[in-house]
């Protein structure tokens, strides 16, 4: 499986725009980029996944770099809501297991 | 769409007790997992099924963990007997198929050890 590096924690501004940056940079030509994130005391929740093209729902925006070597999750006008640990993950259809592997994620704080 | 469903939500148990925690998916996804969240971490598979068979339990520690999901739906997870670095947040996911990576994952059931 590619591995994948995060930042330990982030802070964002309420209102604004965070960007939270994961770097990918052996991933290969057949695995997608998943995002999660676990709000406190809940499960992990599903948020976007992309292969190469950037991609937006009504939660996030997913910006894949040219190279696919690294990648953005973009909340446009984060809440307080949104404070919680994010998840990037690497993964194939496929991959040996087919299961989602967890690293430390990214601890964002939304501050007011 | 109703959720995944896990009970109970708490449990304290002393060491060398038994325990069992207890998951049912989203209808209709043929793909469950189990996996331990302890604190400060991500969390880590246990135990997955694809309908009621098991496709892979590297990961589940046999001599005190156990896993069903005798008809293909629900799924229980038990623990016997307990030891303190067993307390962690056992959290349940479903998806509709393998290789399907979105997964819908359940509020967790805190445990405890004392």
């Known amino acids: 499986d590619a591995k994948t590096t995060q930042p330990t924690s982030m802070d964002c501004a309420e209102g604004r725009a965070a960007n939270l940056p994961c770097n990918h940079s052996?991933?290969?030509?057949?695995?997608?980029v998943y995002w999660y994130r676990q709000i406190h005391s809940q499960g992990p929740q599903y948020i976007i996944h992309?292969?190469?093209n950037n991609e937006t729902n009504e939660m996030a925006s997913l910006i894949i770099t040219e190279d696919r070597k690294s990648s953005t999750l973009i909340l446009p006008h984060a809440t307080l809501r949104d404070t919680a640990v994010y998840y990037c993950?690497?993964?194939?259809?496929?991959?040996?297991?087919?299961?989602?592997?967890f690293g430390g994620g990214t601890r964002l704080m939304v501050k007011p | 769409e109703a959720g995944v469903a896990q009970s109970p939500r708490y449990k304290i148990i002393e060491k060398r007790q038994s325990v069992a925690f207890w998951c049912n998916p989203i209808s209709g996804h043929a793909t469950l997992y189990w996996y331990q969240q302890i604190l400060g971490q991500g969390p880590k598979l246990l135990i997955q099924f694809q309908n009621n068979g098991v496709v892979d339990d590297s990961q589940l520690p046999k001599d005190r963990f156990s896993a069903e999901r005798l008809k293909g739906v629900d799924s229980t997870l038990k623990i016997q007997p307990a030891k303190l670095e067993d307390s962690a947040v056992y959290l349940c996911a479903s998806s509709p198929s393998r290789g399907n990576y979105g997964y819908t994952f359940g509020s967790g059931t805190r445990l405890t050890v004392v």
């Open positions: 992309g292969l190469k």
């Open positions: 052996t991933i290969s030509g057949n695995e997608y």
């Open positions: 993950i690497v993964r194939a259809p496929g991959d040996a297991g087919n299961m989602l592997t």
